[in-house]
């Protein structure tokens, strides 16, 4: 498996923005979906957004026109979660995915925190 490693979560207040980037360790080659996950507490994981090697993108219809994801196929494949006029309801723990050559693949989690 591969091993994520996340960075940009914090305390924002509504209407903000941040941004999450995501990185593998090692080096990842071909076909690849990467995304982004949140869960909140007492609630399932959800996706949020996901970027193919080809650059298709797909978004939960909550984040849509808000966030977007993007990824640096020339730099270790770093995925990134730009979020714009973030919401209390956007508050979780943020996690980065890699589903390649089979297999899935998380990231240790970032706390988002969107409140005033």
């Known amino acids: 498996q591969v091993q994520l490693v996340e960075s940009g979560g914090g305390l924002v207040q509504p209407g903000g923005s941040l941004r999450l980037s995501c990185a593998p360790s090692?080096?990842?080659?071909?076909?690849?979906?990467m995304g982004w996950y949140r869960q909140a507490p007492g609630k399932q994981r959800e996706l949020v957004a996901s970027i193919t090697t080809g650059g298709r993108t797909n978004y939960a219809d909550s984040v849509k026109d808000r966030f977007t994801i993007s990824r640096d196929n020339a730099n270790k494949n770093t995925v990134y979660l730009q979020m714009n006029s973030l919401k209390p309801e956007d508050t979780a723990v943020y996690y980065c995915?890699?589903?390649?050559?089979?297999?899935?693949?998380w990231g240790q989690g970032t706390q988002v925190t969107v409140s005033s």
């Open positions: 995915n890699v589903i390649w050559m089979g297999l899935t693949s």
């Open positions: 090692g080096s990842i080659f071909g076909m690849n979906i």
